[in-house]
């Protein structure tokens, strides 16, 4: 069927503009033009509803291809005619050479490239000392912190908010081992996944610690008790990364506790200081608050939720969690700690000084922050060096400066997010399989699970003033949305912020009922450089939460329906 010249002409000059309408948040996205809503181009295109209505839309997405680095980087991995170069070019080993590709690291950064790796038909290996797959966040942290959440959620919901919806229970007790036992099942589970990916896509599991003994190769002490070594044309380190610890306590796991040992508690403490106000400290701590311990978060700044979090949602979300019985001290520094007793004592005052005060805990949760791990890879002997945060330095396609050899995941630049760590996975043997990549950094989402959730992705206002970017906010709030009403669940908002003259989509926060999955509607809309028009021009089932989104894209531009 020809198409209307009308309509080609508009298709042509869509297509134009879709191909520079992207975010410059990292050195492969092609620049930026202003946002523009579909419907409003369409019109002033000169094109009639009718054909907007029965002809496809043409897609806001730049291709992929775009996003091929531009220099002598890209004829490294140049297509050529030659099967034999071609295989040479894009990574594959040699006879001299054991893999086309070795991963230090089996956590999500790791094996997410393995798989990816093998999918491409590369020999890969993969070298994890846990003797279990799936890192840090699958072993020890995502996962099973969400276990607990959510157990830990309905038992605080039966106790406190079972009345009012006409269920009458009677008493309620909680078993922490069975609790454990829960957690475990859910990690073995998932572990057993990958390991099955793995056989599925000809990845080779070594279980042992792996270091650098020259550039291609790796030796390896195997769990097991024996040594090996695997040599490889590539190389990723995907060491992930571990917890930060606090000058002057001891983390034993027992008393003073990172999050690896906030999710093997055996008994609820009584109480519990928590040293840090971030994702990590508010999810550990919110979970032992809704079983019943006293828990006191304390916090160098001057909000919660460290620093991407927009600071409106930040003092609701700290309100909300002060209802549920949580404390905070913020604007406070701990000076000293003493873990020599039967208790801990940690010594607080204020972060410019002040009154001392003794904190005294069954447990302290010390959760500052994660470092890049990379203590005893080896770098050294191969002339590799860290920078003075502990990250390995790579350029825009992963490589260090030996470019056969990648870093990705929490062991380099970025936040350290397991999916942030899984895009780079895809990535990396994109630019090692096929010479071009994509991970947009500006679209890179945070939750925090607690109850309410709180998402966000884009920036916050304090981002976009220090920028001097002028926008509009819209939000919403749940306390209107009739889902959340019906579901007896209406505290949070909703909020979007968007650029003063284009209405194009800069960032969205959300605190409120499942935030971690409405949130990949603001992900989606900043990809693909959506106004706060067209999601608001876009059709959303009645009843759900995902209403509030399109209510407070309305507010953005316009006014909200329902509020």
Same mark, same amino acid.
């Given at each position: 069927?020809?198409?209307?010249?009308?309509l080609?002409?508009?298709?042509k000059?869509?297509s134009?503009l879709?191909?520079?309408?992207?975010?410059p948040?990292?050195?492969?996205?092609?620049?930026t033009?202003?946002?523009?809503?579909?419907?409003?181009?369409?019109?002033?295109?000169?094109?009639?509803?009718?054909?907007?209505?029965?002809r496809s839309?043409?897609?806001?997405?730049?291709?992929?291809?775009?996003?091929?680095?531009?220099?002598?980087?890209?004829s490294?991995?140049?297509?050529?005619?030659?099967?034999?170069?071609?295989?040479?070019?894009r990574?594959?080993?040699t006879?001299?050479?054991?893999?086309?590709?070795?991963i230090?690291?089996?956590?999500?950064?790791g094996?997410?490239?393995?798989?990816?790796?093998?999918?491409?038909?590369?020999?890969?290996?993969?070298?994890?000392?846990?003797?279990?797959?799936?890192?840090?966040?699958?072993?020890?942290?995502?996962?099973?912190?969400?276990?607990?959440?959510?157990?830990?959620?309905?038992?605080?919901?039966?106790?406190?908010?079972?009345?009012?919806?006409?269920?009458i229970?009677?008493?309620?007790?909680?078993?922490?081992?069975q609790?454990?036992k829960?957690?475990?099942?859910s990690?073995?589970?998932?572990t057993?996944?990958?390991?099955?990916?793995?056989?599925k896509?000809?990845?080779?599991?070594?279980?042992?610690?792996?270091?650098?003994?020259?550039?291609?190769?790796?030796?390896?002490?195997?769990?097991?008790?024996?040594?090996?070594?695997?040599?490889?044309?590539n190389?990723?380190?995907?060491?992930?990364?571990?917890?930060?610890?606090?000058?002057?306590l001891?983390?034993?796991?027992?008393?003073v506790?990172?999050?690896?040992?906030?999710?093997?508690?055996?008994?609820?403490?009584?109480?519990?200081?928590v040293?840090?106000?971030?994702?990590?400290?508010?999810?550990?701590?919110?979970?032992?608050?809704?079983?019943?311990?006293?828990?006191?978060?304390?916090?160098?700044?001057?909000?919660?939720?460290?620093?991407?979090?927009?600071?409106?949602?930040?003092?609701?979300?700290?309100?909300?969690?002060?209802?549920q019985?949580m404390?905070?001290?913020?604007?406070?520094?701990?000076?000293a700690?003493?873990?020599?007793?039967?208790?801990?004592?940690?010594?607080?005052?204020?972060?410019?000084g002040?009154?001392?005060?003794?904190?005294?805990?069954?447990?302290?949760?010390?959760?500052?922050?994660?470092?890049?791990?990379?203590?005893?890879?080896?770098?050294?002997n191969?002339?590799?060096?860290?920078?003075?945060?502990?990250?390995?330095?790579?350029?825009?396609?992963?490589?260090?400066?030996?470019?056969?050899?990648?870093? !990705?995941?929490d *062991?380099?630049?970025?936040?350290?997010? $397991?999916?942030?760590?899984?895009? /780079? +996975?895809?990535? =990396?043997i #994109? &630019?090692?399989?096929?010479?071009?990549?994509?991970?947009?950094?500006?679209?890179?989402?945070?939750?925090?699970?607690?109850?309410?959730?709180?998402?966000?992705?884009?920036?916050?206002?304090?981002?976009?003033?220090?920028?001097d970017?002028?926008?509009?906010?819209?939000?919403f709030?749940?306390?209107?949305?009739?889902?959340?009403?019906?579901?007896?669940?209406?505290?949070?908002?909703?909020?979007?912020?968007?650029?003063?003259?284009?209405?194009? !989509?800069?960032? *969205?926060?959300?605190?409120?009922?499942? $935030?971690?999955?409405m949130?990949? /509607? +603001?992900?989606? =809309?900043? #990809? &693909?450089?959506?106004?706060?028009?067209?999601?608001?021009?876009?059709?959303?089932?009645?009843?759900?939460?995902?209403?509030?989104?399109?209510e407070?894209?309305?507010?953005t531009?316009?006014?909200?329906?329902?509020?």
């Open positions: 069927m020809r198409m209307d010249p009308t080609r002409s508009a298709s000059s869509t134009k879709n191909t520079l309408d992207r975010p948040s990292h050195p492969l996205t092609p620049p033009c202003p946002a523009f809503s579909v419907a409003g181009f369409y019109t002033r295109a000169g094109v009639s509803s009718f054909h907007i209505m029965f839309v043409v897609p806001r997405a730049a291709p992929r291809s775009l996003l091929r680095p531009v220099g002598g980087a890209q490294t991995f140049r297509a050529s005619n030659i099967y034999f170069q071609d295989r040479i070019r990574g594959y080993a006879e001299a050479e054991e893999k086309d590709l070795v230090v690291g089996g956590g999500v950064a094996y997410v490239a393995a798989i990816k790796a093998g999918q491409a038909g590369l020999k890969v290996a993969c070298i994890e000392k846990r003797g279990s797959l799936g890192g840090t966040c699958l072993n020890v942290g995502c996962i099973p912190s969400k276990s607990l959440l959510n157990n830990s959620h309905l038992y605080h919901q039966i106790l406190h908010d079972t009345k009012n919806r006409g269920i229970v009677g008493d309620v007790k909680i078993d922490v081992a609790l454990m829960a957690k475990d099942t990690v073995t589970g998932l057993k996944g990958i390991e099955f990916l793995f056989k896509n000809n990845v080779e599991y070594i279980k042992g610690t792996g270091a650098f003994q020259d550039e291609h190769t790796i030796a390896v002490n195997l769990i097991d008790g024996g040594e090996t070594s695997v040599r490889g044309k190389i990723f380190i995907a060491t992930g990364s571990e917890a930060t610890p606090f000058p002057g001891t983390i034993d796991e027992k008393k506790v990172t999050s690896t040992g906030a999710i093997a508690l055996q008994e609820v403490p009584k109480k519990m200081v040293i840090g106000g971030g994702i990590i400290g508010l999810e550990m701590g919110s979970v032992w608050s809704r079983l019943g311990a006293e828990v006191t978060v304390v916090e160098f700044l001057g909000q919660i939720g460290g620093p991407g979090m927009d600071a409106e949602i930040s003092k609701l979300t700290q309100k909300l969690l002060t209802k019985g404390k905070f001290k913020l604007n406070t520094k701990v000076t700690g003493d873990d020599s007793g039967a208790s801990v004592k940690v010594n607080v005052e204020a972060a410019k002040g009154k001392e005060e003794v904190l005294d805990a069954d447990v302290v949760l010390v959760a500052i922050g994660r470092r890049p791990y990379t203590s005893g890879l080896g770098l050294e191969i002339g590799l060096e860290a920078d003075e945060k502990g990250r390995i330095v790579i350029d825009q396609e992963y490589r260090t400066k030996i470019p056969h050899i990648r870093a !990705i995941g *062991v380099t630049f970025g936040p350290m997010l $397991a999916h942030k760590a899984e895009e /780079e +996975g895809v990535a =990396a #994109e &630019y090692l399989s096929k010479g071009f990549g994509h991970v947009n950094y500006g679209a890179i989402p945070s939750v925090m699970y607690t109850h309410p959730e709180v998402a966000w992705v884009g920036q916050n206002e304090a981002e976009l003033k220090a920028a970017v002028k926008y509009k906010i819209g939000s709030p749940f306390s209107a949305n009739s889902r959340a009403k019906t579901n007896l669940d209406t505290e949070g908002i909703v909020k979007i912020l968007s650029d003063a003259e284009t209405d194009r !989509i800069l960032g *969205v926060h959300i605190v409120g009922p499942n $935030a971690g999955e949130i990949a /509607e +603001g992900t989606l =809309a900043i #990809e &693909y450089g959506a106004s706060s028009e067209d999601i608001a021009r876009t059709s959303h089932a009645h009843p759900t939460l995902s209403e509030a989104f399109k407070a894209a309305m507010a531009y316009d006014k909200a329906i329902h509020y």
